[in-house]
Nanobody
Framework: EVQLVESGGGLVQAGGSLRLSCAAS????????IGWFRQAPGKEREGITC????????WYADSVKGRFTISWDNANNTVYLQMNNLKPEDTAVYYC?????????????????????WGQGTQVSVSS
């Protein structure tokens, strides 16, 4: 079965770090675009970073640039989001997603309509 499972969320103090993991089952990230999204209470879901090996690009939203890093491990079919210097405004449910077309991540940002596989989300809470 096609499945994405996030883990690694939790409660952290401002300035701290977390690493989120997204493990894929039933497919591989190779040839896919992969991305991380987040949704804070009462706000729209936003893309924060993506990676496309097919296109050959990595993109970060300005709000997380320099603090968050996306990476993947082909051997374990897992994508990671390293989050450093966390801020209270980073508090949200974080989702990983994949675009099986291999597109959806470009130098200018994420094309969200391309993402058709989604994880269940993991809560990240940052206290001040």
């Amino acid at each position: 079965e096609v499945q994405l499972v996030e883990s690694g969320g939790g409660l952290v103090q401002a300035g701290g770090s977390l690493r989120l993991s997204c493990a894929a089952s039933g497919f591989t990230f190779d040839e896919y675009a992969i991305g991380w999204f987040r949704q804070a209470p009462g706000k729209e879901r936003e893309g924060i970073t993506c990676l496309s090996d097919r296109i050959g690009t990595t993109w970060y939203a300005d709000s997380v640039k320099g603090r968050f890093t996306i990476s993947w491990d082909n051997a374990n079919n897992t994508v990671y989001l390293q989050m450093n210097n966390l801020k209270p405004e980073d508090t949200a449910v974080y989702y990983c997603a994949a675009a099986d077309s291999g597109y959806g991540c470009y130098s200018h940002g994420i094309t969200q309509v391309e993402y058709d596989k989604w994880g269940q989300g993991t809560q990240v809470s940052v206290s001040s």
